[in-house]
């Protein structure tokens, strides 16, 4: 449930309909082909469906919209599996139920799913429990959230916002990507975690943004 402590996403909705962050200023989603895109980064770049298992769980920096994990909730449903994706997000700015259902509704293949969802979320919960899914969302600063959680995640998808395009003072320069990467870093780099074998290079750039490296150009899907 949405509470006082809980900062809220101001949108604003680009030529194309899709959500870009006014404190941000910058896209929820590449463009229109962001449902393509999470299958790409987030689900083919962890090796996914092939590496789901029961008990399997996704950590993601940036809940946003809830796109990569509508995503990966189908994947997971597809695949057959009995038990429930375990799927804990990190987010600071909880979006409206509204802008929510008005970002997920150009991508038509998730319209069941997102449906599914959006009558059961209440902006601001903390868990959510639907056929197939354990949802957590984490809210607040993810840098301060994340060393707090002992949670170990057998998949990450980093997804926060660029820090060149973060100037918001609270959050200094920095976004998800930065400092408290030590959790994702070391989860990314455990020895019982595959790096994605495919969009090595959009992964890399992640995990080079959370050790605050500079990344040069963008990547493409
Ligand atoms: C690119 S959007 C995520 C899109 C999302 N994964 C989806 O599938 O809809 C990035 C998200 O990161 C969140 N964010 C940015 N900096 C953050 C921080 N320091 N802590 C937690 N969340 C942060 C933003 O509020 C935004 O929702």
Not at 11 to 21: E, K, M, Y
Request: proline fraction near 7%.
């Amino acid at each position: 449930m949405q509470n006082d402590q809980q900062e809220k996403a101001e949108i604003d909705w680009g030529r194309d309909g899709l959500p870009v962050s006014k404190r941000f200023g910058e896209g929820y989603f590449s463009d229109a082909s962001g449902l393509a895109e999470a299958e790409h980064v987030y689900l083919a770049g962890n090796g996914l469906p092939r590496r789901f298992r029961p008990g399997f769980q996704v950590g993601e920096l940036g809940f946003g919209a809830g796109l990569n994990m509508l995503t990966t909730w189908r994947a997971w449903r597809e695949s057959g599996q009995k038990t429930q994706l375990g799927f804990t997000s990190f987010e600071a700015f909880a979006m409206t139920s509204e802008d929510m259902e008005r970002a997920l509704a150009p991508f038509k293949p998730l319209a069941a799913i997102a449906r599914e969802f959006l009558v059961a979320w209440q902006p601001g919960a903390e868990h959510l429990r639907l056929d197939g899914l354990d949802l957590s969302v984490v809210w607040g600063d993810a840098r301060a959230m994340l060393p707090l959680i002992e949670d170990q995640f057998d998949a990450w998808f980093l997804d926060g916002f660029s820090p060149a395009k973060n100037p918001t003072p609270s959050f200094g320069r920095a976004t998800c990507w930065e400092r408290s990467r030590a959790t994702p870093a070391k989860a990314v780099h455990s020895p019982h975690i595959p790096l994605p074998d495919t969009s090595a290079d959009h992964f890399q750039r992640s995990v080079l943004r959370w050790t605050a490296a500079p990344v040069l150009g963008e990547s493409g899907i």
